[in-house]
């Protein structure tokens, strides 16, 4: 990883000016978090080429090829509300997209909600925000599938890589900084307006509008149309017995 090269292509102030990198690490979320009461501040950027213990929610397994993928963590600030954590999430994915859009316009990138990253019907990236009550920080995780060549069997035909998706090598320094000029620009335009901008620019990468989903919450398993965002960046779910708004739950295309 050449952190020179991230630094040269940052056009942020806040986000991406400190790097803290690592050849390999557990996972960079959990090196983030203990960083957090020596006092690592918004903005600091988290690095590995490899993980070894990388998740994903509710303690799923995040797969990653060592110095290949983008493997990332940023500390940031949550707004008054640390309900509204999960628009983070939204966010970042939002950013990522869009900076991945601007530099491969042909892909066909789309952001499957919560907190996928798509490339047609195959994951890219996910993100993972994890709140610290202790410090009031909210660390954020990306992974990246960038020069991945192969998966795991479980994830044979579901995963891709931008390599794959490309045919060629890409620089995962250049994602890294775009996305993060991208991210401080939406977390502004955030701050000041609040959410609808992010949906709105959301709705554009939506793999689901329009479509029959499964939705998992808890407990409870239900079917319908999916059809956008709520004020609260919540999926909306047309079923049977009227309209549902997803707050936490896993979401498989029909
Ligand atoms: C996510 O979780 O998609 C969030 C992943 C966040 C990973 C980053 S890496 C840097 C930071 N440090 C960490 O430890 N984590 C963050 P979820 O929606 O729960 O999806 C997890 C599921 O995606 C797994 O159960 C697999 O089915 C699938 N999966 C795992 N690795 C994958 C990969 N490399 N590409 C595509 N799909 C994958």
Redesign the pocket.
Known sequence: MDLNRIQKALRTGTFGRKIHFEATVD????WAQKTLNQGAGRGEIFLTDE?TA?????D?????TPERDI???IIDIPTADPAQIPQLNLVTGLAFCEALKTKFPKLPLGIKWP??LWVGMK?LG???SEYDPASGKVII???L?VNADTFSS??KG??TSLKLATGAEQSREEIIAAGLNHYEKWRELYDREGLSPVIEGLDQFSTLNGKRVRVTEGNETYEGKACGLNREGNLQVETKTGKRAVIAGDIVLL
Do not use: C, M, P
């Open positions: 996972s960079t979320n959990a993980q990388g998740r994903g929610r509710l799923r397994r995040w797969e990653s493997l990332l963590s907190n996928d994951k996910g993100v993972l995780g990306i992974g599938n479980a994830l579901k995963a």
